[in-house]
C-alpha cells in the first residue's frame, strides 16, 4: 500500500456518474456517487490504481473482483452486516430477512436494515444487492435508478411481476 496522508481522496467516471473515493492508511474507506464532476483528480498512486481497474473490470464485465482491503470505519454490528453483504454471490439478491437470518437474529431485521443503509463502500460491499421481501427495490444511497441498473449490470432481472 502507498504511503499516504490519512485520507487521500480521488474521483473515477463510471456509466452511471462520478464516484468519489477514498483511501486511509489501511485500504478503501468509502466509495459513494457524487452529484458534480470533480474539480481536480490528480491523485493518483498503485492503490488508485487497482481501485480503477477494479472498477473499470466491473463497470465492463459485470463481475465484482475487489483487489483492495475495505477499510470502512462503522461499529462492530455495522461490519458485521456489512462483511454479510460481501457473502452475496455477483448477480444475485438477498432479502433484509435473508440478511436478518445470516446474522442470526430475525428480530434485529431494522437495525440490519440501518446497518445496510450506513455502507460507506458502495458497490464494493454490494447492498444493491439487498432488496425488499416483495422483491421492491428497496432504498440505495446511490439511488434507485442506479441500484437497478447496477442489478441490470451483473444480469439480474429487474423487472418485478405484479399480481393484479
Given at each position: 500500500?502507498?504511503?499516504?496522508?490519512?485520507?487521500?481522496?480521488?474521483?473515477?467516471?463510471?456509466?452511471l456518474g462520478w464516484i468519489e473515493i477514498?483511501?486511509?492508511?489501511?485500504?478503501?474507506?468509502?466509495?459513494?456517487?457524487?452529484?458534480?464532476?470533480?474539480?481536480?483528480?490528480e491523485n493518483n498512486n498503485e492503490f488508485s490504481s487497482s481501485v480503477k481497474d477494479d472498477l473499470d473490470h466491473y463497470f465492463n464485465k459485470g463481475q465484482l473482483k475487489?483487489?483492495?482491503?475495505?477499510?470502512?470505519?462503522?461499529?462492530?454490528?455495522q461490519k458485521k452486516i456489512w462483511g454479510i453483504l460481501k457473502e452475496i454471490?455477483?448477480?444475485?439478491?438477498?432479502?433484509?430477512?435473508?440478511?436478518?437470518?445470516?446474522?442470526?437474529?430475525?428480530?434485529?431485521?431494522r437495525a440490519i436494515a440501518n446497518a445496510i443503509?450506513?455502507?460507506p463502500i458502495l458497490i464494493f460491499i454490494p447492498c444493491h444487492r439487498v432488496i425488499g421481501s416483495d422483491g421492491s427495490m428497496t432504498g440505495y444511497a446511490g439511488g434507485i435508478e442506479r441500484k437497478n441498473r447496477l442489478l441490470a449490470l451483473e444480469g439480474m432481472s429487474i423487472q418485478k411481476t405484479l399480481d393484479l
Open positions: 500500500m502507498s504511503q499516504c496522508s490519512p485520507f487521500t481522496t480521488y474521483y473515477y467516471k463510471s456509466p477514498i483511501e486511509n492508511e489501511e485500504g478503501l474507506a468509502s466509495l459513494q456517487f457524487v452529484t458534480s464532476a470533480p474539480l481536480l483528480n475487489p483487489s483492495v482491503k475495505l477499510s470502512p470505519s462503522g461499529t462492530p454490528f454471490p455477483n448477480g444475485k439478491t438477498k432479502t433484509y430477512k435473508d440478511v436478518a437470518l445470516a446474522h442470526g437474529d430475525l428480530k434485529s431485521i443503509g450506513k455502507n
